[in-house]
């Protein structure tokens, strides 16, 4: 781990990109404007599987109502809990908020300032923050806040993430990498919720959505958690967040509570409020006992009592209806309607751009992917390490071959075995590659931080030269203990191609990672993925035997290709010792005829390796292109 005084190349980068932050600048905990968000007839609707004809009426009987015409309101300087026992929709209602991807129909209407506004145009002025923390974990903190400062913030000013760091308390952490479970160990689960939060708020947003940002926290940091949010809520800003079984004393600091049932509202108003509300019901709270948790059990669905519990659920939303709170409720929404025409316009952009330059995006992105790589230590060594090993036995398995007969048999079995090694080494390298990366990139693509190309290709290029190193190794080690062809030159083409087999094996990896959801299937379908190049790469059938309805695995196999090529950079001008033996062979020329390979075909061999790769690697960002439109959709 770094030092306090030591600079990263990504902190060196920030320094030489940003300028000094003016004198007249706000503070940073400040937001653009003060927002009242508020929302109305919100309705969400499973549908069965049934067909659109017999659906022709409305909702039936078989689909599921997950939100029933709930409607609120969020002001600036409110911290807001939105409460349910599970499957009350409080997911759901957050999700259409915050514009996120849902299989579920949802409609209704949001409005800013009284101004009624898209989804998407929301997504300008709030921020969303997740259950689920997803970082790059070889990052160090304050390695990451550049990064996002860099990519969030109009020209990339990264002059105030110190500021930020010492809002969210992670200053003690800011030279600690992230973590990444069971694999490298980093900062503890609050210091992760609250590096989400400090990401989301150099957008400097005017509203931020939280879904349980204390999930998987103990109470103590919980809490301290909540602390953050309720800051951010007096400096100015809209925060709405769903939280599940909180402590009292974490309950005790948000201002407003909603609470929903079965997809209805079942109260919305005063935290302090709720507790006299359910008193007038005959539903009161044990001395001692939690609010938080008596609110849930009196909502909730016991399994074995669901007609008792929804009759109490329903009783409750419909009191709740006819009390002062929905009355109050109501005329704060029609005042926010109201006052939509006299409301001062709203300061943000309806377009769906990027802050940073192409060029920006591109070289952070880069520099954070080349970062990721060299502090995996353990892969860049067991990588390493395979390649030293693999080319010593292969070494000690053809060590010496002479120029007699005998080296007819055993270079060509070597330079297959090559082939198979950089094809295998490569791919199973970069199977985890996408499954693992492509949760980060979705999200941060959402967020707008920067491009699916620049993504794609700065992951490509800060792969490259660990690859290159990979296969110098073998090489260097192999070619030698062989005595494969003398010359400088020979070497150093045989180097070139074992690079270039390498890179379309690696691009075929990067298919099969980005076209799949999980490490699991990458891992099935990859190995398996390339036995038919294998099976038809011209040593285990000779060319020009191959059945004509298989005939085409032949044409895009690179295992046929660069075998051919490394076997005629190896055999060409080379003359063997020929004895008594009868129909022996006396030059390389004869050893490629017999395997029906060509001489001529060199040049050609490359050209396709060439265009295997630019194949596949444009179908891999074809395949990254329908992942970003599904997420998108």
């Known amino acids: 781990m770094a030092s306090s005084d030591e600079k990263s190349p990504l902190m060196e980068m920030s320094e030489s990109s940003s300028y000094a932050a003016p004198a007249a600048a706000r503070r940073l905990s400040e937001p653009a404007f003060r927002a009242t968000l508020s929302w109305?007839?919100?309705?969400?609707?499973?549908?069965?599987?049934?067909?659109?004809?017999?659906?022709?009426?409305?909702?039936?009987?078989?689909?599921?109502?997950?939100?029933?015409?709930?409607?609120?309101?969020?002001?600036?300087?409110?911290?807001?809990?939105?409460?349910?026992?599970?499957?009350?929709?409080?997911?759901?209602?957050?999700?259409?908020?915050?514009?996120?991807?849902?299989?579920?129909?949802?409609?209704?209407?949001?409005?800013l300032n009284g101004r009624k506004i898209t989804k998407s145009e929301l997504g300008n002025v709030a921020a969303y923050v997740h259950q689920e923390d997803l970082f790059i974990g070889?990052?160090?903190?304050?390695?990451?806040?550049?990064?996002?400062?860099?990519?969030?913030?109009?020209?990339?000013?990264?002059?105030?993430?110190?500021?930020?760091?010492?809002?969210?308390?992670?200053?003690?952490?800011?030279?600690?990498?992230?973590?990444?479970?069971?694999?490298?160990?980093?900062?503890?689960?609050?210091?992760?919720?609250?590096?989400?939060?400090?990401?989301?708020?150099?957008?400097?947003?005017?509203?931020?959505?939280?879904?349980?940002?204390?999930?998987?926290?103990?109470?103590?940091?919980?809490?301290?958690?909540?602390?953050?949010?309720?800051?951010?809520?007096?400096?100015?800003?809209?925060?709405?967040?769903?939280?599940?079984?909180?402590?009292?004393?974490?309950?005790?600091?948000?201002?407003?509570?909603?609470?929903?049932?079965?997809?209805?509202?079942?109260?919305?108003?005063?935290?302090?409020?709720?507790?006299?509300?359910?008193?007038?019901?005959?539903?009161?709270?044990?001395?001692?006992?939690?609010?938080?948790?008596?609110?849930?059990?009196?909502?909730?669905?016991?399994?074995?009592?669901?007609?008792?519990?929804?009759?109490?659920?329903?009783?409750?939303?419909?009191?709740?209806?006819?009390?002062?709170?929905?009355?109050?409720?109501?005329?704060?929404?029609?005042?926010?309607?109201?006052?939509?025409?006299?409301?001062?316009?709203?300061?943000?952009?309806?377009?769906?751009?990027?802050?940073?330059?192409?060029?920006?995006?591109?070289?952070?992105?880069?520099?954070?992917?080349?970062?990721?790589?060299?502090?995996?230590?353990?892969?860049?060594?067991?990588k390493i390490g395979q390649s030293i090993v693999i080319a010593l036995l292969m070494g000690l398995m053809y060590y010496k071959t002479g120029y007699d007969q005998q080296r007819v048999q055993n270079i060509p079995a070597a330079l297959f075995f090559a082939v198979i090694q950089l094809s295998i080494s490569t791919m199973i390298a970069v199977l985890q590659t996408f499954p693992v990366e492509m949760p980060v990139f979705l999200r941060e693509h959402r967020s707008r931080l920067y491009r699916p190309l620049v993504f794609y290709l700065a992951k490509s290029i800060a792969d490259t030269p660990f690859v290159v190193i990979q296969v110098l190794v073998f090489s260097a080690v192999s070619y030698f203990m062989i005595g494969l062809h003398d010359g400088a030159d020979r070497f150093f083409l045989f180097f070139s191609l074992c690079v270039i087999i390498a890179m379309v094996s690696l691009s075929l990896g990067y298919l099969v990672s980005a076209s799949v959801p999980s490490v699991s299937v990458a891992l099935a379908i990859g190995p398996v993925s390339f036995i038919p190049f294998l099976l038809f790469g011209g040593f285990f059938i000779r060319s020009g035997t191959v059945p004509v309805y298989l005939e085409w695995i032949q044409y895009i196999s690179w295992f046929y290709y660069g075998f051919e090529a490394l076997m005629i950079n190896e055999w060409r001008g080379t003359n063997l010792t020929c004895s008594s033996i009868q129909n022996c062979f006396s030059n390389g020329t004869q050893v490629l005829d017999h395997l029906g390979l060509v001489e001529s075909h060199f040049l050609r061999d490359l050209g396709l390796l060439g265009a295997l790769f630019l194949g596949f690697r444009i179908l891999t960002a074809f395949v990254i292109w329908i992942r970003v439109y599904r997420s998108e959709k």
């Open 40 to 111: 109305e007839s919100v309705t969400a609707v499973a549908r069965s599987s049934r067909s659109l004809s017999d659906r022709v009426g409305g909702v039936k009987s078989e689909d599921k109502v997950i939100l029933d015409n709930v409607r609120g309101i969020a002001r600036a300087t409110e911290l807001i809990a939105l409460m349910g026992a599970s499957g009350a929709g409080k997911t759901t209602l957050l999700d259409f908020l915050a514009n996120q991807t849902s299989s579920l129909k949802v409609t209704g209407t949001v409005r």
């Open 138 to 382: 070889t990052l160090k903190v304050s390695e990451h806040l550049r990064f996002q400062a860099a990519l969030r913030m109009k020209q990339g000013d990264t002059t105030q993430v110190d500021d930020i760091m010492r809002e969210m308390g992670l200053e003690k952490c800011k030279d600690t990498v992230i973590g990444i479970p069971g694999k490298m160990k980093g900062i503890s689960g609050g210091e992760k919720k609250r590096l989400a939060f400090a990401s989301e708020i150099l957008g400097n947003p005017s509203i931020l959505l939280a879904d349980e940002p204390t999930s998987g926290l103990d109470s103590f940091m919980a809490e301290s958690v909540v602390h953050v949010l309720q800051r951010l809520a007096s400096s100015g800003r809209t925060v709405l967040c769903t939280i599940h079984q909180p402590s009292s004393d974490t309950f005790a600091l948000f201002d407003r509570l909603i609470l929903l049932s079965q997809g209805r509202v079942a109260y919305y108003g005063s935290s302090v409020d709720a507790m006299p509300f359910f008193s007038k019901l005959g539903f009161q709270c044990p001395t001692n006992y939690n609010p938080a948790d008596f609110y849930i059990r009196e909502l909730a669905i016991v399994p074995g009592k669901e007609g008792k519990c929804r009759e109490k659920a329903e009783r409750i939303c419909n009191a709740f209806e006819e009390s002062e709170h929905a009355g109050a409720l109501n005329r704060s929404l029609a005042d926010e309607t109201n006052r939509a025409a006299d409301s001062e316009l709203i300061p943000f952009s309806k377009s769906k751009g990027y802050n940073a330059h192409w060029c920006t995006q591109f070289g952070w992105v880069c520099l954070r992917a080349w970062l990721s790589n060299i502090r995996d230590k353990t892969a860049v060594r067991v």
